[in-house]
């Protein structure tokens, strides 16, 4: 299978960690216009527990559809959101969308999820974003771009690691490394976001940018605590009527 199965289970770790719902808004008000998202259907693709989910809810969207392979996280989004009967949550992979028509969808996000896969599964996974996306619909995917010596340090010591001494080391001394984060990255981060969102993501994690998609469509990435322009490239892409596709 082309998507990381362990990552997955790794996120099965973060799946009581929530986002801060002032952080989402500035992430999806930079990116989308009320416009754009009200009234729509759209997939959160690599949804985890739900946090981008409610918030396009709140701004407008008239349905979302949320898919992630950590089946813990889907558990707690689905019990989160149990009375919320626009919002609908299932395990699956972002490579493989065969549950989904082709033209499902006005708008596709995938935030913090395609650089779990290898070249070639971002390049099926972006793919089926345009195939089951609608003429004239939105894709926005954020990538990570490539990492100096202290990056790929970084990465190479959390795979190496058992990962039960690494969660260890992650949840008792994480706090000794968040100045220096901080000042690495260009942002505040606080203590939560630094475990599960930057070192537990450093497992199976791919830096760089393999797919071939053009400029015209990329767009400077949204300083927040999620992400910045330090660390990452954003996509907006519009789909045309004649729709095209991707390739390494």
Known sequence: MLANINSGKIFNHSKNYFLNQSEVKKFLDYYFSDEEVKNN??????????????????????KIEGIDLSEECIKIAKKK????????????????LKTFKDSTFDIVICVG??????????EKAI????????PNGIILVLFHK????IGKTARFIANKLPLNLYLFLINNFAFLLQPFVSFLIGRKVNLEYLKYDILLSLR?????????????????????ENCSETTTTSYKIKVPKNKIYFNL
């Open 41 to 62: 259907i759209i997939l959160d693709a690599g949804c985890r527990v739900g946090d981008y989910s409610i918030g396009l809810i709140k701004k407008g969207a008239r």
């Open 81 to 96: 959101y149990a009375n919320n009967k626009n919002l609908n949550f299932r395990v699956g992979e972002i490579t493989n």
């Open 113 to 122: 999820t395609i650089f779990y896969i290898s070249p070639k599964g971002m």
């Open 127 to 134: 793919n089926e974003f345009v195939r089951i996306t609608k």
């Open 146 to 149: 490539k990492k100096g010596l």
């Open 204 to 224: 199976g994690i791919y830096f760089g940018i393999p797919i071939k998609i053009p400029d015209k469509f990329k767009i400077k990435t949204v300083t927040c």
